[in-house]
């Protein structure tokens, strides 16, 4: 996937199987409960999904579209969410141009999605703008961080844990993953 030779194709494939992998660890805690269920040769008390436990996956525009998509394989019934950011190049501020995300979710459990946790502003932009929402609880789930990006968000939002495939050598000075794996958006969508 780091490789500057993978296709597009080959990049979306391995990213949404990642994030089916990162969507089996942040679930881990998820409560069951037991159901009595009719197997084609008996009846068995089943652990199910307890059914109080409502996911939103909010995907960080437009790169966490890609983690979203291997989320919703393993979880297809959990409610989307979408936060519009960029970071400014000079800045590197994150600028919101677009929030939308459903109307109940102070009933619900919070997915915050985006491929690479950088410089950690985005990050905290989003949890700041989900946290004015009050969900009933947020993760932060991510494939790629920097070290200095767990530390910014850790010390401004330590109420939310964070998952992350790897954790990389250090951020260069233009506020990129080293050794990284390019812009997360631009290899997802063919685009420069």
């Given amino acids: 996937m780091r490789k500057v030779e993978t296709s597009t194709a080959q990049f979306r494939f391995l990213l949404k199987e990642i994030s089916m992998l990162l969507a089996y660890e942040v679930t881990r805690?998820?409560?069951?409960?037991?159901?009595?269920?009719?197997?084609?040769?008996?009846?068995?008390n089943a652990p199910?999904?307890?059914?109080?436990?409502?996911?939103?996956?909010?995907?960080?525009?437009r790169a966490g579209q890609g983690i979203l998509d291997g989320m919703l394989?393993?979880?297809?019934?959990?409610?989307v969410g979408h936060i519009g950011l960029?970071?400014?190049?000079?800045?590197?501020?994150?600028?919101?141009?677009?929030f939308k995300v459903p109307h109940d979710i102070?009933?619900?459990?919070?997915?915050?999605?985006?491929?690479?946790?950088?410089?950690?502003?985005?990050?905290?932009?989003?949890?700041?703008?989900?946290?004015?929402?009050n969900p009933r609880s947020l993760k932060f789930v991510c494939l790629l961080a920097a070290p200095e990006g767990i530390e910014h968000f850790t010390e401004v939002h330590p109420d939310v844990p964070i998952y992350t495939a790897a954790i990389d050598e250090k951020l260069d000075?233009?506020?990129?993953?080293?050794?990284?794996?390019?812009?997360?958006?631009?290899?997802?969508f063919g685009t420069k």
């Fill in 86 to 98: 960029y970071r400014d190049p000079k800045t590197l501020i994150p600028v919101e141009y677009y």
């Fill in 48 to 61: 199910v999904l307890a059914s109080d436990k409502k996911l939103v996956i909010i995907s960080i525009q």
């Fill in 73 to 79: 394989e393993l979880l297809p019934s959990a409610r």
């Fill in 106 to 133: 102070e009933k619900r459990d919070v997915l915050i999605v985006d491929p690479m946790l950088a410089t950690g502003n985005s990050a905290v932009a989003a949890v700041e703008r989900l946290k004015s929402t």
């Fill in 29 to 44: 805690d998820l409560k069951l409960k037991c159901e009595l269920i009719q197997t084609p040769l008996g009846q068995m």
């Fill in 173 to 188: 000075a233009h506020g990129y993953i080293i050794p990284g794996l390019g812009d997360a958006g631009d290899r997802l």
